[in-house]
């Protein structure tokens, strides 16, 4: 098997994807000429190998969504890709009121299969550019919202986004683009709304997803050498949202940590906290905690920037806290 | 056209007043809920423009649909149960006034957000285009969606890859209270010429003028020639939607409008003039349109609420494994008894 970064994954899904269905398009600022292939080189090349189907779009984003839904009812699969996160405010309107209602509001009549491709988290851009909107969209019924965290993952799961008849919001992590894994040559799929355990262990559960579950591993592994042994749950798909493994974990471990890189209030580990400790209250050693992302708009500078997102050393910190308390 | 088509014009044009004042009626009997917004005065702009259509072109339109609906084919049944949010209604109740869709007509909608529905047709053209189906899309919208950023971005990008749909502008020249001099900075056909767009002004009192110009546009499309620009000026007789006491505009204004109504009009100068029907001939369209409405009324009414284990059907196509486990997911439908059925809100 071959060892590969999470972005050549992203464009093997796209190329063996394009190869086998002819209605697979991508539209996207950039998406051509920029640097051979959008703004993080996810495209590049691509636009050679299958002439008309990758286009590059005015700044529009609005019109990238919209232009894909309405390319979606007609009979195509489009993959749009908007350039970052933080551009998808603009079509949000699109988003929400469009691509997730199509199919429920006109009573199964028209389906969406479209994904949004775009790059979640923080690069050293400050605020209006470092945002993590993992929780917005997983806040909508109608969406199918899914957040990779390895090369493997990425690939398998992208492939199933563009196969499927909903609407997917593919959320790729900029720090993870680099990121190398192993990734078979032949063709495997992930099926969306499938969450999987990254780490076993007996001591304590750690529920997460996208960047942080590479943090938490990381986390793990350091305190492994102190004998803690940390079972480490990759959501993957944050909407619907499988907590069935999480679940599974906590009957074994009884502690629960779970860690999100986004804003803490009203983010989607409140949501996972709520919902196992509905679910699993009488296995609970503790209570459940949370690793968050500090609630500023992002700063620029590095050390703020760090101060503000969690890391390792933040899970290992609140691994310590829960091990340590005495209930 | 041979006089059976012209009369069908002008008997959609009477389904479609008729079924416009029978639906202000059950609005006011609390039949009817949330935002109504009628097409009275407006006829002309969809019969005109569905005739001059094929039928598996795509239409998308705004939340004034209800006479899009008609003329593209769905029932007055269908419709009026719609309207009732019952299970028989064209989205089975789940849409209502503002979301009619009839994707066996390629009637795709029935969107209520102001603009929101212009880059979806922009969509279906390219995928028109991309699938080499010859369809062409028609867009209908009001004048006040000509000031939204989607408008702009939809006419640009189709522009661009020279997209077979037809932007058509309803200009019934307001935008609820706010008269088109006051809300846009430019003439209308200025704003296709920033595009670079074909266009053309229509008269959308005259079903034939606007059936002619769509004709045209659609021809050009079909040809590969891209996309067009229609302003119709129309006029709406109604207040901008039931919930509008309408005390802005002038009332001779309206009376103004009203003496070139496109149903005596195109009665009097095609039909009549023509010899193609006798007064007694239009009196029994009338009539029959007239119980037509009164049978949707009855079918609405005794029609079943959609059931409620329905609930979560279609929020998604393709439902994955696993689903059931999401908290949002794992709580029974559950419903208030007395949810009100007739908001008094704007
Ligand atoms: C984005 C957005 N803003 C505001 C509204 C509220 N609103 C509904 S209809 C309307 C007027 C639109 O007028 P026009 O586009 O001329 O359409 P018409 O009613 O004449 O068909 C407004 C402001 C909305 N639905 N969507």
Not at chain 1, 245 to 259: D, F, G, P, Q, Y
Not at chain 2, 218 to 233: D, I, M, Q, T, Y
Request: aromatic share 8%; glycine share 8%.
């Amino acid at each position: 098997m071959a060892e590969i970064t999470y972005r050549e994954a992203l464009k093997r899904a796209l190329r063996e994807e394009m190869q086998r269905d002819p209605t697979v398009v991508i539209w996207g600022e950039d998406v051509v000429a920029y640097a051979g292939g959008g703004a993080y080189g996810v495209t590049s090349g691509l636009a050679k190998e299958f002439p008309g189907r990758v286009r590059d779009t005015p700044i529009a984003e609005e019109a990238i969504i919209g232009v894909g839904i309405g390319a979606a009812m007609g009979g195509m699969r489009p993959v749009c890709e908007i350039m970052t996160v933080n551009f998808t405010l603009v079509a949000w309107d699109q988003i929400v009121n469009h691509a997730a209602k199509q199919s429920h509001m006109f009573n199964g009549q028209i389906k969406v299969p479209m994904v949004i491709r775009t790059p979640n988290g923080h690069g050293r851009t400050a605020a209006t550019h470092s945002q993590n909107f993992d929780a917005w969209f997983a806040h909508v019924p109608g969406l199918k919202v899914v957040a990779p965290s390895t090369p493997y993952d990425a690939k398998g799961l992208l492939k199933t986004s563009i196969r499927d008849d909903d609407p997917v919001v593919f959320l790729e992590h900029l720090q993870l683009y680099g990121t190398r894994g192993e990734v078979p040559d032949e063709e495997y799929l992930i099926p969306i709304g499938v969450s999987d355990y990254k780490r076993r262990g007996k001591d304590v559960t750690i529920v997460t997803w996208g960047r942080m579950t590479m943090e938490s591993l990381k986390a793990a592994r350091i305190l492994a050498e102190e004998g803690i042994d940390v079972e480490v749950v990759d959501l993957r798909t944050l909407r619907p949202l499988d907590l069935s493994l999480a679940l599974e974990s906590v009957h074994k471990t009884n502690r629960v940590i779970v860690v999100e890189e986004g804003w803490r209030t009203a983010g989607l580990g409140a949501e996972i906290a709520a919902s196992l400790q509905e679910m699993a209250f009488n296995d609970l050693d503790a209570p459940i905690a949370r690793v968050a992302g500090l609630e500023v708009p992002m700063p620029y500078a590095r050390n703020l920037e760090r101060a503000t997102l969690p890391f390792a050393e933040d899970v290992i910190a609140a691994v310590h806290a829960m091990m340590q308390k005495q209930y | 056209m041979d006089k059976e088509n012209l009369v069908a014009l002008y008997r959609q044009m009477v389904l479609i007043r008729v079924f416009e004042d029978r639906a202000a009626e059950m609005y006011a009997k609390a039949k009817i809920a949330g935002f109504l917004h009628l097409y009275n005065g407006q006829e002309a702009v969809a019969v005109g423009s569905v005739s001059a259509l094929h039928p598996d072109d795509d239409v998308v339109v705004n939340y004034r649909d209800h006479g899009w609906a008609l003329a593209r084919g769905s029932s007055a049944r269908a419709v009026m149960a719609e309207l009732f949010g019952r299970a028989t209604g064209t989205t089975g109740g789940r849409g209502g006034s503002m979301h009619l869709v009839d994707v066996k007509n390629r009637f795709w909608g029935g969107y209520a957000i102001v603009g929101g529905h212009l880059p979806l047709a922009a969509g279906l053209a390219a995928a028109a285009q991309y699938l080499k189906t010859g369809r062409v899309t028609l867009c209908s919208m009001g004048d006040g969606s000509t000031n939204i950023g989607t408008f702009h971005a939809a006419l640009n990008w189709a522009k661009l890859w020279n997209l077979p749909v037809i932007f058509l502008v309803e200009n019934n020249q307001y935008a609820m209270g706010t008269h088109y001099d006051v809300h846009s900075a430019v003439p209308m056909l200025q704003k296709a010429a920033g595009y670079n767009m074909y266009a053309e002004e229509v008269d959308g009192m005259d079903v034939m003028a606007v059936r002619e110009a769509v004709c045209r546009v659609a021809e050009r499309a079909r040809k590969g020639e891209g996309p067009s620009f229609l302003n119709v000026v129309t006029y709406r007789y109604r207040g901008h939607s039931m919930a509008d006491p309408d005390v802005q505009r002038d009332k001779a204004e309206i009376a103004q409008w009203r003496e070139r109504d496109p149903i005596v009009r195109f009665a009097t100068d095609v039909l009549l003039k023509r010899n193609l029907v006798t007064p007694k001939e239009l009196e029994d369209i009338r009539e029959s349109v007239e119980r037509e409405v009164e049978d949707a009324i009855e079918f609405a009414d005794k029609s079943p609420e959609p059931a409620l284990d329905t609930l979560y059907d279609y929020i998604y196509q393709q439902p994955v494994r696993n689903m059931q486990i999401a908290g949002s997911l794992i709580r029974p439908p559950t419903i208030a008894k007395d949810i009100p059925t007739n908001g008094k809100h704007a």
